[in-house]
């Protein structure tokens, strides 16, 4: 039922922009805060940036500023533009509720080069 289709990573140079998107459907964002989460190997996976169900965002210190997370309610999509990446940002990016659901995605990679 639920599914969660990341897209949109690629490679990238440092200071360059990507637009990720979220196709998330069988979770209704009315009842669900839903975020972008990343992971390198070797690393845990961490949640970066979330958006609550009244539309709130927030993000953790690291890519506050840089990046945006955002949502289309009618379709059942969420994006994360990021801003001015930075190596550190390498990674590939995850969407999921808030706390997380064990079906991930597949994620889509992120890399940042120098």
């Known amino acids: 039922q639920v599914q969660l289709v990341e897209s949109g990573g690629g490679l990238v140079q440092t200071g360059g922009s990507l637009r990720l998107t979220c196709a998330a459907s069988g979770i209704s964002f009315s009842a669900n805060s839903m975020g972008w989460y990343r992971q390198t190997p070797g690393k845990q996976r961490e949640l970066v940036s979330w958006?609550?169900?009244?539309?709130?965002?927030d993000s953790v210190g690291s890519v506050k500023g840089r990046f945006t997370i955002s949502r289309d309610v009618a379709k059942s999509t969420l994006y994360l533009q990021m801003n001015s990446l930075r190596t550190e940002d390498t990674a590939v990016y995850y969407c999921?509720?808030?706390?997380?659901?064990?079906?991930w995605g597949q994620g889509t990679q992120v890399t940042v080069s120098s």
């Open positions: 958006i609550t169900p009244p539309g709130n965002t």
């Open positions: 999921n509720t808030l706390p997380w659901r064990s079906n």
